[in-house]
């Protein structure tokens, strides 16, 4: 994918999945791409059609929770591109957990019985529901790994103030519970997802995407129980299942591992699971769009131009 040069530029971020322009100090301009990172590392493929996925669902529950709190979406002015208000970002995400599952559980098997501050309840199998959503944060690394923290610890490092987060733990919670129902209306259970918080002036926006299979791991409801009760494996919609092909592969992100070869065959998969989310989150079918880059670049500045 092309570097953009818009007018009025002032910035440019390149991240592990998207290429964020700054305009006149003003404007953010996010471009999905189809890469797609696992461990905090980008992997060497690109995926066919991920960009597009990602930034239309994104798009789709921004404006699902609109009444929730302010976001930063403006203008969609192509598939894989959102365009919306520069936020002064906290340096934390907001990871909320309806389910023992991923990091979580990881942590809860290893003997551990709290995470990022909060108890975890004893006698817990993997996926099983905590009896109310968890917040478990972690600090937003520049570089490498995010490191998980906890609320008194956000507080006293000044990444917050008491008050910034009880308002963030408010639409937080909100924001899962929307989600949640959302996805119960598709057959799905939204296991857990992160947000992304910002400031203008005093106000606290969403900024980022949501409800993403890259921010957020979903369940089949259908046969939910009956999995739990016989220890089998749920049947998820996320990245997850590119983790654990990795993991099983010997690549965890650590120093001196490779990261395994993809495929062809793996990478169609990996793009028709994401297409399967969105076709399951949002209830429509998915029409994968390719716009050429020159017209990516002339819808991106027309928007700019009627945003002033």
């Known amino acids: 994918m092309a570097q953009f040069q818009f007018p009025g530029q002032t910035a440019f971020y390149k991240g592990k999945v998207r290429d964020v322009y700054t305009i006149s100090d003003k404007w953010l301009v996010m471009v999905a791409s189809d890469r797609i990172s696992a461990f905090d590392v980008i992997l060497p493929e690109h995926i066919p059609y991920k960009g597009q996925v990602l930034n239309q669902i994104a798009a789709y529950m921004l404006q699902a929770t609109s009444d929730i709190c302010p976001n930063w979406l403006n203008k969609v002015p192509a598939p894989n591109v959102s365009i919306g208000q520069k936020c002064v970002p906290f340096k934390i995400e907001m990871v909320v957990r309806g389910n023992l599952t991923g990091h979580a559980w990881r942590t809860y098997a290893s003997g551990k019985r709290e995470l990022c501050g909060v108890a975890l309840p004893e006698g ?162 998915f029409q994968p769009q390719r716009l050429s880059e020159e017209e990516t670049y002339e819808r991106v500045v027309k928007a700019l131009e009627e945003l002033g």
């Open 124 to 285: 817990m199998k993997e996926n099983d529901f905590f009896p109310t959503p968890i917040i478990t944060p972690s600090t937003k690394a520049a570089e490498g790994h995010d490191e998980d923290i906890s609320k008194e610890e956000i507080i006293k490092q000044g990444l917050a103030s008491a008050a910034d987060w009880a308002k963030l733990e408010e639409y937080t919670l909100k924001l899962f519970a929307r989600g949640k129902e959302i996805a119960a209306r598709q057959g799905l259970i939204l296991v857990d997802t992160k947000y992304e918080f910002g400031k203008i002036g005093d106000t606290i926006y969403l900024m980022d995407e949501i409800h993403t299979p890259d921010s957020s791991r979903y369940f089949y409801a259908d046969g939910f129980e009956e999995r739990q009760a016989k220890g089998e494996k749920q049947k998820q919609l996320s990245k997850e299942f590119v983790r654990e092909w990795l993991i099983a592969n010997n690549f965890m992100g650590k120093e001196g591992q490779t990261v395994p070869h993809m495929s062809p065959e793996w990478i169609d998969t990996i793009s028709k699971r994401y297409i399967e989310l969105y076709e399951q989150v949002i209830g429509q079918s």
